[in-house]
Structure formats: C-alpha cells, structure tokens
C-alpha cells in the first residue's frame, strides 16, 4: 500500500525589500513520505526567497522532469528553475538548458560540502546557476517551525532573511557558493 503526501498549509507574508516585493501567499505543500522536514522547510524558504506570482512548487521528488520550484513565462518558457539539496550534474546541466535562471539550495551541512568539492568545478561552467546553501543549524531551526498549518512572515533585507513564527525569529542568511543571490 503506498503512502499518501502529508498536506502542510502555509500562510507566508513576504515583505522583500531588496526586491521591492511584498505579497501574502496562501501556499499549499504536499510532503512526500520520503521527504524530510528539513526539506519542506527549505522549499519553503525558497519560495520566500523568490517569491512570485507565477512561482510555482513542482511535483518534486514523485517526478524528475521537474525542479522544486519553478516560474514559467505565461509564454510558458521557463524562467527560474529551482533544485534543493545536491541533485546530479546532468540534472544541472539539463536545468540550465531549460530555463533562463537556475538557482540550487544546497543544506545538510558536511554532506553538502562535499559534494560541492565534487560537483563545483564542473559547475562553474553555466553561467545561468546559482548555488546558494543554508547552512545547518538554519535547516534545524527552519524544521522546528514545521506544522499542519504555519503562519510565517518572512522580511529579506540587504540578502539576510528574517522568518517569524509566532513568537520566534530566525535570522537566515544564505551562502551563495556559486553566483550571487539575485532575482532576474
């Protein structure tokens, strides 16, 4: 018998100031029974990080043809294509392909350190990526927030993102390994 996706609702209010964006998004995410916490709660941050409109989470892990997250033009091209954690080279390579802007969120500590060592070299190549990694004591905190239904306000000022909870704030700032954290 398989497991269903457990549903998280998300009530996120962006106020992005070094985008002069500011919207609330009522965001529905499917957490597949592979997917950690900590997973859910970076899509999450990247999502407030690139927050759109038009930005839309993908099927994720259920299917390979698809990153993340990912903005389509309404000519249905694609322009920003995000993956999280330390996807394949080829995947990579495929992503920067497809879409104007590709932005990788890498966590999981020494795990994603080193395959950075492994992949970084190679990588420096597509002048379309970005790689960003959320260091791991932020991914804890980030999964501590996790619930059935979140309501989170989310400011990002001079690149450092501040996420409040009820009565906890968490100060996130992403380490860009590749490239710069910027929104085309």
Not at 13 to 26: E, G, I, K, L, P
Not at 31 to 42: F, N
Not at 72 to 80: G, P, Q, R, S, V
Request: aromatic fraction near 8%.
């Amino acid at each position: 018998m398989a497991l269903n996706a457990t549903i998280h609702k998300a009530e996120l209010s962006v106020s992005d100031m070094d985008r002069h964006y500011y919207a609330t998004h009522a965001l529905t995410l499917a957490r597949h029974p592979s997917e950690t916490e900590e997973r859910l709660m970076v899509r999450l941050l990247a999502f407030a990080l690139y927050a759109d409109e038009r930005l839309e989470f993908g099927k994720g892990i259920s299917d390979e043809d698809e990153p993340a997250l990912w903005r389509k033009a309404y000519t249905d091209e694609i322009e920003l294509w995000i993956e999280l954690g330390q996807p394949d080279e080829a995947r990579i390579r495929k992503a920067c392909g497809r879409a104007r802007q590709v932005v990788v969120f890498t966590y999981g500590g020494r795990a994603a350190d080193i395959w950075w060592d492994k992949a970084g070299n190679a990588l420096t190549r597509n002048d379309n990526l970005s790689v960003l990694d959320i260091d791991e004591a932020s991914v804890r905190a980030l999964a501590s927030l996790c619930d059935r239904g979140m309501r989170l306000q989310c400011l990002i000022q001079d690149g450092e993102v501040q996420l409040i909870a009820g009565d906890t704030t968490l100060a996130i700032r992403p380490r860009a390994r590749m490239g710069e954290y910027a929104v085309a």
